[in-house]
């Protein structure tokens, strides 16, 4: 059986990470839920028309990001 307040919660997490983060060179990305700094990059493709994807999980172990698996976009521009 689901847990409806389960499913809620990973709802409202996955509609808050949806749009992706601004990524700072003082602080990297930051966890959306959680505040962590600098959270880890497992994914950074190449910079595309001054454009810097890179993708991120969470590693506090009680932040709801890594407790359900989910990563993060973050998008750094860059600067002329």
Not at 32 to 38: A, D, E, K, Y
Not at 48 to 56: E, L, N, P, S, T
Request: glycine letters at 4%; one cysteine or more.
């Amino acid at each position: 059986m689901v847990n409806n307040d389960a499913v809620n919660i990973y709802i409202a997490v996955a509609e808050k990470i949806k749009e992706g983060l601004e990524y700072t060179s003082q602080f990297g990305a930051v966890c959306p839920l959680c505040g962590q700094t600098r959270i880890r990059t497992y994914s950074s493709p190449k910079w595309k028309d001054g454009v810097k994807i890179r993708y991120h999980r969470c590693s506090n172990d009680s932040c709801l990001l890594n407790i359900f698996n989910l990563s993060v976009k973050s998008i750094e521009i860059a600067e002329n």
